[in-house]
């Protein structure tokens, strides 16, 4: 089974609003992170935010959110106030506790803001 | 602070030719290290992953091999290039000890022709 999916393969938003790219991930294990990374069309992985498991708030990193959802499995990002320069692909992935070796990212969500 | 450099950033290689891919970490010691490829348009695969000197973990048994000769270089090889080796590579480091984050270098898009 897929450890993270990312249904959304491509997405537009309108410049200056808010979007949500969606984000769900499967594991057994009790404590587990999750990380959401973008990527420009120059190809390097920024890393947006992070989420732990057993943090009972959901993480904010200036105009980022991640909306955790522990019980549904999901960890949506959301990003407010669209900026042209947010065009990108955006990954989510998840590392177990058992294994910090191994991060699993999922496919990808193409985002498109337009003017 | 801690950087990382990979290179070269493209590269085009004939099938069945050999390929050395290398990475370095500067400003940290005894970082894990990372070897992804990432298809067109897909996510990331890992490749190899390594804690220390000489230690290599393959994830996926294919035509490529690595190796860590000092603590901060990472190198990705293959003696004979395939078609389905295209792609684009990306080298990443974390702290060795605790729970970090992934730092990813530039990549290398590699096209085997």
């Known amino acids: 089974a897929q450890k993270i999916t990312q249904t959304q393969p491509g997405m537009f938003v309108q410049e200056k609003e808010a979007v949500t790219l969606d984000c769900t991930y499967d594991t057994s294990d009790p404590s587990y992170g999750l990380f959401w990374y973008k990527q420009p069309s120059s190809g390097e992985m920024i890393f947006l935010i992070y989420?732990?498991?057993?943090?009972?708030q959901n993480a904010t990193e200036g105009r980022y959110s991640l909306n955790f959802q522990k019980a549904r499995k999901s960890a949506n990002l959301v990003i407010s106030a669209s900026q042209l320069g947010d065009s990108a692909m955006y990954f989510c992935?998840?590392?177990?506790?058992?294994?910090?070796?191994?991060?699993?990212f999922g496919s990808g969500t193409k985002l498109n803001v337009k003017p | 602070s801690q950087t990382i450099h990979q290179w070269p950033a493209t590269l085009v290689q004939p099938v069945g030719s050999p390929l050395s891919l290398e990475c370095t970490v500067e400003?940290?010691?005894?970082?894990?290290l990372y070897w992804y490829r990432q298809a067109a348009g897909r996510g990331l695969q890992l490749l190899f992953y390594s804690v220390g000197i000489g230690q290599i973990s393959s994830e996926v048994p294919q035509n490529l091999s690595a190796s860590r000769p000092q603590d901060r270089q990472f190198i990705l090889s293959s003696k004979k290039l395939l078609l389905s080796d295209s792609g684009f590579y990306l080298c990443a480091w974390r702290p060795g000890t605790g729970a970090g984050k992934l730092f990813f270098g530039s990549g290398t898009q590699l096209s085997v022709l």
């Open positions: 989420q732990g498991s057993y943090d009972q």
């Open positions: 992935a998840m590392r177990e506790v058992y294994n910090f070796n191994k991060f699993y």
């Open positions: 400003g940290t010691s005894n970082p894990n």
